[in-house]
Structure formats: C-alpha cells, structure tokens
C-alpha cells in the first residue's frame, strides 16, 4: 500500500513562495509517478503537472508554466511541488495523486494542504 | 486541452434511488476516463478507471460505462454515505482534465 503524507498548511503573502513536500511510504519514489493536483475554496479540482513514465519528464498545465517546480529527493522519497509569485487566487488545497501503473489516474493521495495566500 | 464537461452540477436524490452522472469529453478519448468521490475536508476516492473498471473495494452499487466522448456513472441504489461530490477525470493526454463536478445532496 501506498501512503502519501504531506507538510502542514502555510500562510504566505502575496508575491512569495511556497513549498509542499510529499513523503511516500509502502513503496519507493521512483516506482511511482507523482502528480499534484489543487482545488480552490468550494471549487473543483484542477491538475497541476506530474511525471510522465513514458516520456520520463515532468509535465506541467500551461497555467502554471513558470510559476511552478516539481522535484523529487530519492534518497528520502519525497516529492516536492514549489509555486511562486503566489496570488490570491492561488489560495488552495494542495494535493499530491499517484498511482502503481503510472496510467494517468489516481488510487492514492496525500491528505491535502492547505496554502493560504493573504495580505 | 481536453475539455470535459460534467452535468448535472448537482442533484437531489433519496437513500434507494438510481442516480445517473454524465461526462462528455470535448474529443474522443476511448475509455482513459476514472471516476472520483469526494466529501468535505477529505481527499477524492477513486471509484472507477478505464471507463467500467470498479476500484477494488468499491461497493458493486457504483458502475460506469461510455467510451469515445460521452460516459456515465450510476449509482445503483444511494445510500446515505454516497452522499458526495463526484468527479470524472480524463487521462487520455495531457494536461490531464476534470469535471467540473456534480454535488449528490440528499432529497
């Protein structure tokens, strides 16, 4: 089984940054491919990047193209997602999404962050 | 991108009813569409990929169907912990894409 276990909600000021981590356990980083996915107040969800096994590179939504990064640290199986220049609109709960086969769909997830983007 | 459009945005229905949810993806994606639960505070539940394949441990009740651009979800006869928001995702290609979402409230 799968576990995913993410860092605890920020509250950040507009224009800065904010990192997310994402420790998995049950199996290893580089078995998985990772993906983040975020959902807004009272709104839907809405996918952010992650890895493609097939092409072995990080793929990212063009919204957030510049503004976000992906890592992952192997060594302590952690995945990363990092957003900058935030603004308002990116206040969120942060989620990280993987699944075994690397299909594109999602049996596992971290239990959300949430990042506060406030004045 | 790949547009998926979900309806109904929300529904009211009873414990025992048959409950029908629709997603019609912008272009043809065969049958690289999954199926999500969420309720409030909590991380989507996987219910259904590959169009018809029910997760593991997903109660029999919840079955999909569809290939191509239209796809359904039905829930078989509600019970009072189906009460949820429910997501359909496509991942055809990428940027991979959601419904918007449809609200199952109690009647």
């Known amino acids: 089984q799968v576990q995913l276990v993410q860092s605890g909600a920020e509250v950040k000021k507009p224009g800065a940054s904010v990192k997310v981590s994402c420790k998995v356990s049950?199996?290893?980083?580089?078995?998985?491919?990772m993906h983040w996915v975020r959902q807004a107040p009272g709104k839907g969800l809405e996918w952010m990047g992650g890895?493609?096994?097939?092409?072995?590179?990080?793929i990212y939504a063009q919204k957030f193209q510049g503004r976000v990064t992906m890592t992952e640290d192997t060594s302590t199986d952690t995945a990363y997602m990092e957003l900058s220049s935030l603004r308002s609109e990116d206040t969120a709960v942060y989620y990280c999404?993987?699944?075994?086969?690397?299909?594109?769909?999602?049996?596992?997830w971290g239990q959300g962050t949430l990042v506060t983007v406030s004045s | 991108a790949i547009r998926i459009t979900q309806s109904p945005s929300s529904l009211s229905a009873s414990t025992g009813d048959r409950v029908t949810i629709t997603c019609r993806a912008s272009?043809?994606?065969?049958?690289?569409l999954a199926w999500y639960q969420q309720k409030p505070g909590k991380a989507p539940k996987l219910l259904i990929y590959?169009?018809?394949t029910l997760q593991s441990g997903v109660p029999s009740r919840f079955s999909g169907s569809g290939s191509g651009t239209d796809f359904t979800l039905t829930i078989s006869c509600l019970q009072s912990e189906d009460f949820a928001t429910y997501y359909c995702?496509?991942?055809?290609?990428?940027?991979?894409?959601f419904g918007g979402g449809t609200k199952v409230e109690i009647k």
């Open positions: 995702q496509q991942y055809y290609s990428y940027p991979l894409t």
């Open positions: 999404a993987t699944d075994l086969k690397g299909s594109g769909y999602f049996d596992y």
């Open positions: 049950g199996y290893t980083l580089t078995e998985l491919s």
């Open positions: 272009q043809g994606i065969s049958s690289y």
């Open positions: 890895f493609d096994p097939e092409d072995g590179e990080t």
């Open positions: 590959a169009a018809s």
